[in-house]
Each structure stands twice: as C-alpha cells, then as structure tokens.
C-alpha cells in the first residue's frame, strides 16, 4: 500500500482526472515551455502510470483515423515546426 494520500480517491475521481490529462495538447509557460495539464498533478504515480497507458492507447486510434496516419501528438508537432 502506499503512502500517497492521492491513491485514496474514488475511481470515477481518479478516471476524470485522467480523462482532463488524455488529450495531446499541452499549455506552455511564459518560456515556451511545455507544462502538464493541470490535473496532472493531482494523479497519484500509480494513477500517472495508468495515465500514459491511456495516452499511447489514444494515440494509437487518433493515428487510426486520421488519413496522414498522425496522432494528435504528431499534428501538434507539425503545427509549431511547419
């Protein structure tokens, strides 16, 4: 067991924390720099953990349908170089 208070929460908590933490886009600070979403940080690393599975199994179907074959993570990349 661990002695992360934040694994104590509710499943349907911790779900919806991952849900707001799926999507590819990233805010970024004054510097340019890319920051997590914030409800990242209220993710136990178990929950982190379960988190990354959920993004890679996205990007996996975000790649599926779209017809250039990108992920939404690549489409983001392609926006700020090109």
Same mark, same amino acid.
């Given at each position: 067991?661990? !002695?992360?208070? &934040? !694994?104590?929460?509710?499943?349907? !908590? @911790?779900?919806? #924390? +991952? =849900?707001?933490? +799926?999507?590819?886009?990233? =805010? @970024?600070?004054? =510097?340019?720099?890319? /920051?997590?979403?914030?409800? *990242? *940080? !209220? #993710?136990?690393?178990?929950? @982190?953990?379960? #988190?990354?599975? @959920?993004?890679?199994?996205? &990007? /996996? #179907? =975000?790649?599926? +349908?779209?017809?250039?074959? *990108?992920?939404?993570? /690549?489409?983001? /990349?392609?926006? &700020? +170089?090109?």
């Amino acid at each position: 067991m661990s !002695d992360d208070p &934040r !694994d104590g929460m509710t499943p349907s !908590d @911790r779900d919806a #924390l +991952i =849900e707001a933490s +799926i999507t590819p886009h990233r =805010e @970024r600070d004054p =510097e340019g720099n890319l /920051v997590p979403p914030p409800a *990242w *940080w !209220d #993710l136990s690393p178990a929950a @982190r953990e379960e #988190l990354f599975r @959920r993004q890679a199994a996205s &990007r /996996v #179907l =975000e790649r599926a +349908i779209d017809e250039a074959g *990108w992920s939404g993570t /690549v489409r983001a /990349v392609m926006g &700020r +170089i090109g």
